[in-house]
């Protein structure tokens, strides 16, 4: 193991080998956003082949890859694993811990990651092309008639589920023996707290996941019918399968981004966060809800009424603990004093678009009116208020608020700010129009477009492009901040912000914690 | 708390590995069956039991008549001309009624076929019993040859007042690869 | 050019709809209208209920946004640091905290009563007084009337806008995309109970104004229903993901008055009667290839290329096939090939059809064979299958 009062070893080795949670943060990090950038011009392209009614740039064919590719890229590639490398960054200085509970594995969980995603890409370059059927991979689109490069796509969703598991395992681990003396569960951050519970989220139902991808191979491979009525099976099974998986998936993106904005709503408000045990048991009864809501992603499959009614019932009582959170955002600002520097813009930009994703999500929740938005461009810009207006803002703000921590340079606020002006407006002019197309019965996932949609998909192809340039302005600003920023040496970078990551020394050292502080 | 390690942290690490591979089996042996249960039970899907019916109904009753509505499907590239002798029959619930299905192969080689029935509404396929069908195995057909598949069925007595029409589909697919592999089917 | 410069000053005024459009979203006429931007609550009873339950859950929705971001939005306004205030340090209140899980736990049952209601409305099905069953193939829809007496109604309805317009060689028509070769015949104020299902993959038939969407699925039936009580002709699109032209494979239904269907449905039949009297005609080439041509492009063209290329399905242009033995030809046409995408559409197309488009495959895109397929050819070969 070598001693770890070295610092770090020299060249490529110090990235192949390294058990330090700070350089596999920082890897996670960056891999996450090469796949942001990855999946985003898997976007640019749909958006592009969508800017005017007929096809002009791509076959359907192929655009039905970029929209399958576009989802898994960005849901496994880049939200999760950038949460993942905030965890590793984070958590153990927010715990006071000298670094995760398993740092061996912690090696193997992220660097099982890029090989992964290798496969994945690869299938664009195969025989038959890459999966094609939507990142939701219903069968039997995805069994019996999908392309022999799914058999790949398997295994990179096998490999990426284990890293997944392995970092949950260490991450629930670290939280609930290395934290330090004194620092009991309901003194711990709020993104200890969120992570936590993602992480009990992440062990349960990634297996489900690997489970249904596992059948499927059976079912292409082994003559088995798990999903092909002609053997007794039913493709139904799949879609309860799947959800029973995906409806905490979204919460696993989502949680640790509530984590996030917590710790900097109050770090700027100047004052502490309002009602912190209600965050806590609203965040966990959101995790409970999840594993008994996931098929109101399938009112149109003909379920019994009984089921239907069911699903409702669950689905609504979702936004009683929502609604707690962002009550408590809010009141967290009244009567603080604000100051509005990058990272608050962020976070306020999120909780914004996320109450308005929120409330769209209300509306799909409800089972009759469901019949009407069910795979309509209404689902697609719901979701993307939450997923990205949700977890990537979040992240981008996460991202402002801790750079200095951890490179000791200041970022330029100027070019903050006007990335998240940028993001802000291209985000809306992007997706918003989206819930109009819907509405007015544009379905989801088609390549081409009846003409009465033109105008508003135009606008919300020139949203996108500007909501993508934006981030080559995110990727600049940070990269400039790391070579060339303002140094800086305070310990705490913002005079509101709380926790034991503001203890440490700017930038903070390679090891950090290594005695135990004593929190009171 | 139980525990499994001294070392506390991999006593956490034995319970969440211990719990993620619980989760893996818990999709094979209990989701799928579940599922099934809960499918003959609500009848989701419209799906009906693929065992004969041999308890024995009360009697008949004259009061009411159901419609039953036969369609048939060819799933994909199944070339064999398939379909009902008979589109609807009116029967009395608790009355056993017996009708055929009509299927011809019109390539020169033999053929095995899979019926799969699905009842709609779905409320009703707990209420639909079969006594013999030709559902209940793979149907082998020789080449250009036709055939009388039958299927005897009884409507149960408490079949929810509401429901007057009861629709029966089967789809034919193709099994011969499946079977020619010698893979069972679950 | 004048159609572009229109649309861009429509553009340009787009952000001031987007605006405007949350205000007006309520009261916006029904139809597939130009950049529409609510939903409509077509031409169904239950349509309407379910357009009125949306626009209920949307204004509770407007009302708590305005409540949430009025707060918000006046406290970054006067609690900013740069106004010199202090900060305060309450950080809890039990009864505000029980407060706002009650209140909206409350509003929440006031939206689950109406949506139950609507809910059981649609989950109906009974006294219907007409069955369609619709099947969703990859890529088109086929409608089979289920008919108490008399030989049922049956055929495919396909997506009608020629390749050109797609590939933007020809200016697109009014109902590009949404129009069908075929479409549904319906009449008005009728309860119609659809029972849709699927041949491969899922499908999903949608069609907004009916108030209608429901999966169909390989294997298995689910049902679903409409009374429509406006005259029209309705247009959707299917919903799921169903491969590569999932975007091609509209649904048209033509609403009509009761006489107007009954006349409809004699006709079809009629029609049925006078394809078999086709069947005995002989037909020159030229008359086979003109018929060809249609057949190839609705049922063919999508696999197999505008020019007989290839794709999903092998090149047709040179193929040994094409350019082989007749009966070989005509036994794939009919039979299809087991075990892949190339369906039987001996069941799916008419005689002559398919003696059409066989006899074009063979004469177009450079085979030139010369040689052509009558329908009492087709008849011959499904009879006596086995002597070939």
Redesign the interface.
Known sequence: MGDHHHGPAKGLSRWLFTTNHKDIGTMYLWFSFAMFILGGSFAMIIRAELFQPGMQLVDPAFFNQMTTLHGLVMVFGAIMPSFVGLANWMIPMMIGAPDMALPRMNNWSFWILPPAFLILASTLFMEGGAPAFGWTFYAPLSTTYAPPSVTYFIFSIHVLGLSSIMGSINIIATVMNMRAPGMTYMKMPMFVWTWLITAFLLVAVMPVLAGAVTMMLMDIHFGTSFFSAAGGGDPVLFQHIFWFFGHPEVYIIILPAFGVVSQIIPAFSRKPLFGYDSMVYATAAIAFLSFVVWAHHMYTVGMPVAGELFFMYATMLIAVPTGVKVFNWVSTMWRGAMTFETPMLFAIGFLVLFTIGGFTGLMLSIAPADFQYHDSYFVVAHFHYVMVAGAVFSMSAAVYYWLPKWCGRMYNETMGKTHFWISFIGFNIAFFPQHFVGLAGMPRRIPDYALQFADFNMLSSIGAFIYGASQILFLYNVVATIVAGKPTSEEKTWDGAEGLEWTVATPAPYHTFETPPQVK | MLRLNNNPVLDTVIKLVTTAVAMFAFVFVVMVPLYDVLCDALGINGKTSGEAYTAVQAGVDESRTITIQFVATNNESMPWEFGPSVTMMKVNPGASNDTVFLARNPLPQAMIAQAIPSVSPARAAAYFHKTECFCFNQQPLDGETATDMPLQFIVDRDLPQDIKTITLSYTLFDITDLVDGDVAAR | MVLKAN?LR??AL??VL?LL?LASAGVLAAG?????????PGATEIGQ??FD??ML??WI?VI??AL??G??FY??YY????RG?????????TK??IA??VV??LI?IG??VP??S???E??D????EM?I?V?GF?WRWKY?Y?N?EGE?VVFFSSLRTPQS????AEA?G?????EVDEPMVIPVDTKVRF?V?A????H?W?V?EL?????A???????TWTRVSTEGIY??????????????MPIVVNVVSKEDYAEWLDEKQAQAAQVSELMAQTFTLDELMERGETVYDRNCLACHGANGEGG?GTPIAGSPIATGDIDAHLEIG???????????F??QINNVEMAAVITYQRNAFGNNMGDMVQPIDVYNH?QG??EN
């Open positions: 649309r429509k553009l787009a952000p987007m459009s597939g209208k130009v950049n529409q931007v609510n939903m409509s209920s379910i339950l949306h859950i949307f929705c708590i946004g949430v971001f707060v918000m406290s970054i609690h900013r640091k740069s205030v202090t900060p305060s340090t309450f950080h809890e209140s505000v905290e706002w899980t909206p736990f929440l939206m689950a949506a139950t609507t809910l059981l649609i989950y099905f009974d006294d219907a069955d069953m099947t990859q089979e289920l108490e049922n317009e797609i590939r933007n697109k009014e109902h590009y995309l949404l029972l299902t041949n491969d993959v899922i999903s949608w907004p108030a209608v969407k429901k999966d699925i390989p294997g298995f039936i689910n049902e247009r959707g699109q299917c919903a799921e993901l169903c491969g590569k032209d999932h975007g091609f999903v009919i039979n299809g090939v087991p075990g892949t995408a190339m369906q039987a001996g069941s499904k299958q086995g």
